[in-house]
């Protein structure tokens, strides 16, 4: 069975590394994490120090984010920084929606933006959380999302934890998008009423049926991320990555 990379989304760690940036992202590499998901650094960092760190340490920026439920973003600027970075090319985005005439204006301001950051090289992705399963004329906002949307312009970046507390199992969702989802947000969910966010392989999902899925529709790497943590977010990001390997995953 072959292996996938993995990295680690840092909101996991976002008060870590807002006290001490560099100690952070040194914490994750000696995990043994190959890659993260990161935008520029912060004030008094310039990128060239940034990059200098992370190729000390062994992590790869494999993409970035653009922001959250906005469009307010500027692409030439983010596709600058990947390149700066030497980073992959991807770039991740969420919305809301509140009716289904805003899932389908919104699909096609993705397309457009997907068009732009295509221009410089750089894949859009989606990034989904448990409200996209919500129904609008019978219809999963996602499903029409991803039906509104050019494939070539706007794939996935499937989170596996928002999948099942939008009700929807993640190997079953994660197979309709072959050759659509690149990256690939694994959080585990905890038994129970709560649903509360958990370590890899601590919870209820089954992630060698979601990995093999992972295979078969050709995602390229596994990212690591958790929400809250019951315990010390660099712990969890070591439980899950030691239970990554026991799966035989990484």
Avoid at 45 to 56: G, H, M, N, P, S
Avoid at 200 to 221: H, N, P, S
């Amino acid at each position: 069975m072959s292996k996938f990379p993995v990295a680690v989304q840092p909101y996991t760690v976002r008060e870590q590394l807002s006290k001490d940036y560099i100690g952070t992202l040194e914490k994750i590499a000696a995990i043994g994490y190959q890659g993260i998901e990161l935008g520029r650094p912060p004030e008094g960092i310039t990128v060239a120090e940034q990059k200098a760190l992370l190729d000390r340490i062994g992590l790869k920026v494999i993409g970035t984010h653009a922001g959250f439920d906005t469009f307010d973003f500027n692409p030439d600027d983010i596709a600058d920084y990947l390149e700066e970075v030497e980073g992959g090319k991807f770039v991740a985005l969420s919305l809301r929606f509140a009716s289904r005439d805003e899932v389908l204006a919104k699909a096609a301001k993705l397309n457009e933006a997907g068009e732009k950051f295509r221009r410089r090289g750089v894949q859009l992705l989606y990034h989904n959380h448990d409200w996209e399963f919500a129904k609008f004329d019978g219809e999963y906002a996602l499903d029409i999302l991803l039906r509104e949307t050019d494939p070539s312009l706007v794939q996935m970046e499937l989170d596996t934890y928002w999948v099942k507390r939008g009700g929807e199992d993640p190997v079953s969702y994660l197979g309709k998008l072959q050759n659509r989802c690149p990256l690939l947000h694994i959080k585990d969910v905890e038994a129970g009423e709560e649903q509360f966010f958990a370590e890899i392989g601590e919870g209820i999902l089954d992630f060698k049926a979601i990995a093999q899925t992972a295979r078969e529709v050709g995602t390229g790497w596994l990212v690591v991320e958790q929400d809250q943590s019951r315990r010390d977010p660099l712990e969890s990001l070591a439980i899950s990555y030691r239970n990554l390997q026991g799966l035989g995953l990484i």
